[in-house]
Structure formats: structure tokens, C-alpha cells
């Protein structure tokens, strides 16, 4: 006995509804895992070239004692003309992936840098203004472009430096224990991602005149210097030894002069010299008698004198009162003048 059609053709019906159904789920799943699926990050646009200050060749390297001018340059960041802020350009830490504030990151927790003072900045810390922006008076790193270019001059003070956190405890970064380098990111609070960005620097000496890399942090790599690197870096030696010896020198003078205005004035001192040793019994003999014999001429002398005075006095007193001097003739011849004696 034959089946009819219809029953026959009913299985093969429910097969392919079935598979039309699982076809379904299976595809839901997989749009559904897909949907579920994080969207990967978007990576910063710009990028950040470092290199040292009249020495182009030495390139993402700093020295881990002296300080270190660099120069900084980004391109391909995100320019918002007459936009508020800018861009935050540091030296600093910071900690693995997640760093940047539009991840989450915080300064003092995910990333610390070298703090600079905002009323008398010394370079180790920039800001590139957007182009037009109001606040591009206060840019010590310049404006940024249309394009998003930047460039400008910092500092690097050392391979370590102290941090200040949130709460105002101080912690001291040893960048060649950690990876430390250039960090970038939105200035003024505005949080951008496109234009947070971290550049390794690596540490070596400078300025040593060896040339040769010294402790490094990270991966960071550096361009070497060759033989007119190390020229030029034995002369920047000998220029910081000297700007050195001048501070010393200066230094030492300002110490003199604080101890010259505190010492006392000066006073005059005359000095007399001390009298003749008087002379000894022996001497005193001759001398005593020849003092005596002196003042006994002078009496002698001063006794005849008196004589001689006396009798001479005398001699003029005895003299006749009436005896006339020789050659006159008697008083008692002479009549009154003009008259003739009568006998």
C-alpha cells in the first residue's frame, strides 16, 4: 500500500525548517557576539619627535645628571582653531596602557611629571595653545597649527625627580627604574584623546666626552653620537664645568661679602714705642757728676757776674760829689757872666 504524497513530503519539509531555524540562531549569536565585543580604542593621531638642543643627532635621549635641553616637536595632533586650551607637553612617568585621563588616568596616580612654576617657568613644562584660542597669551610652547603641528624648546632636569600628588605627598621618580619620556595631553581640563600621546626617553651620558651609553630606562632607543658627537659633547662638558667654576667662584665671593658686612668695623691702632731702658748704677756716676760739675760753672759764673755788677754800681757812687771833670775852671774864678771882677 502506497503512502500519499503529502506524507511523504512532510518530513523533508520539517528538515528544512529546522535548518532554516538553526541557521537563524547561529547567526544571531554571532551577531550578537560581535555587538557584545568592545570597540578597539582609538590610538592618538599625533606624534612626538625629541631631540637634543644643537645636537639633532641624538635622538629620544637625555643625560641622567645634568640637565638637558631637547627639542620637542608633534605633528598630526588635533588643532581645534579658536578652541579653549591646547595641549599639556611634560616629562614624566607614567603606568602601563591606561594611563591618559580620557582612560580614566590621573597625575600623581597613573602618570607623575616634573612640575614647573607657573609664575616664573623655567622650561620644564609647555603649553601649545590652539590656534586663536584665548588663552594662547599664557603658551610658553607656542600655538599649534591648522595642520596640528607644534615645536618648542624644554627642559629635562635628570634621570630623577620629585612628583607631587593630589593630596600633596611628595614621591621621587627614578627614571632609570621606570620608563619616563615626553607626555602629551589636553591642557586646561579639556580631555582629548587624539592628543594624548607618551614618547620614551632614554638616558645616557652626555656629557662625559665617552660618548657611551650609560644606565637607560625602557625600550627607548637612541641615534648615536659618532666622533663629532663626542666632540660636541666634551665641549658642552667643558662649557658646564666652567659655568660651574663660575657659580663656585660666585658663590664664594657672595660668602665674603655677607662676613665682611658682618664683622665688626676695624680699629685703628696706634702703636707707641717703648721708652730707653733706664741706665744701669755704673753709667749713673759719670753722669750725676758731670751734671753737678755743670751746674756748679754756671753758679761760679753767675757769682762773678754779680761781683763785677756790685763794684761797678759802687765805683759810681764814691765818685767826689764836686771834683769837675778835667780842664774846667774853678767855680769860685767866674763872675756873673759878662761882668769883670773889681779888686
Not at 155 to 162: A, H, L, N, T, V
Not at 227 to 240: E, I, L, Q, V
Not at 279 to 300: C, E, M, R
Amino acid at each position: 500500500m502506497n503512502r500519499p504524497a503529502s506524507m511523504t513530503s512532510r518530513p523533508a519539509r520539517r528538515s528544512g525548517v529546522r535548518a532554516l531555524l538553526a541557521l537563524g540562531v547561529l547567526g544571531a549569536a554571532v551577531v550578537g557576539s560581535v555587538a557584545a565585543a568592545p570597540a578597539p580604542a582609538a590610538e592618538a593621531a599625533g606624534r612626538v619627535s625629541v631631540s637634543v638642543v644643537g645636537q639633532p643627532e641624538l635622538v629620544g635621549v637625555a643625560d641622567p645628571s645634568y640637565l638637558t635641553e631637547v627639542a620637542v616637536s608633534g605633528s598630526g595632533f588635533q588643532s581645534v582653531p579658536s578652541g579653549f586650551g591646547g595641549l599639556y607637553v611634560f616629562f614624566g612617568w607614567v603606568d602601563g596602557g591606561a594611563w591618559a585621563p580620557s582612560q580614566g588616568g590621573a597625575t600623581g596616580s597613573t602618570y607623575r611629571y616634573v612640575y614647573d612654576d607657573e609664575t616664573n617657568p623655567v622650561g620644564y613644562q609647555l603649553f601649545v595653545s590652539f590656534p586663536g584660542s584665548s588663552t594662547e597669551s599664557a603658551a610658553n610652547g607656542g600655538e599649534m597649527s591648522a595642520d596640528g603641528s607644534w615645536s618648542a624648546t624644554m627642559r629635562i632636569p635628570g634621570s630623577s625627580f620629585e612628583s607631587y600628588g593630589r593630596n600633596g605627598d611628595v614621591t621621587t621618580v627614578d627614571c632609570l627604574s621606570v620608563q619616563c619620556g615626553i607626555i602629551t595631553i589636553g591642557a586646561h581640563g579639556v580631555v582629548s584623546p587624539s592628543n594624548e600621546t607618551f614618547t620614551p626617553i632614554t638616558f645616557k651620558d652626555l656629557y662625559s666626552g665617552a660618548g657611551g651609553a650609560g644606565a637607560a630606562a625602557g625600550a627607548g632607543t637612541a641615534g648615536g653620537a659618532g666622533d663629532a658627537g663626542a666632540a660636541a659633547a666634551a665641549a658642552a662638558a667643558a662649557a658646564a664645568q666652567a659655568q660651574a667654576d663660575a657659580d663656585a667662584q660666585a658663590a664664594a665671593e657672595a660668602a665674603d661679602a655677607q662676613v665682611a658686612d658682618a664683622a665688626p668695623a676695624p680699629v685703628s691702632t696706634t702703636i707707641i714705642a717703648a721708652p730707653a731702658a733706664a741706665p744701669t748704677d755704673g753709667n749713673l756716676v759719670p753722669i750725676l757728676l758731670g751734671a753737678v760739675g755743670g751746674v756748679g760753672l754756671l753758679a761760679i759764673a753767675a757769682i762773678g757776674f754779680l761781683v763785677w755788677a756790685v763794684l761797678s754800681s759802687r765805683r759810681r757812687v764814691l765818685a767826689p760829689a764836686g771834683a769837675a771833670p778835667a780842664g774846667a775852671a774853678p767855680a769860685g774864678d767866674a763872675g756873673p757872666a759878662g761882668t769883670e771882677s773889681q779888686a
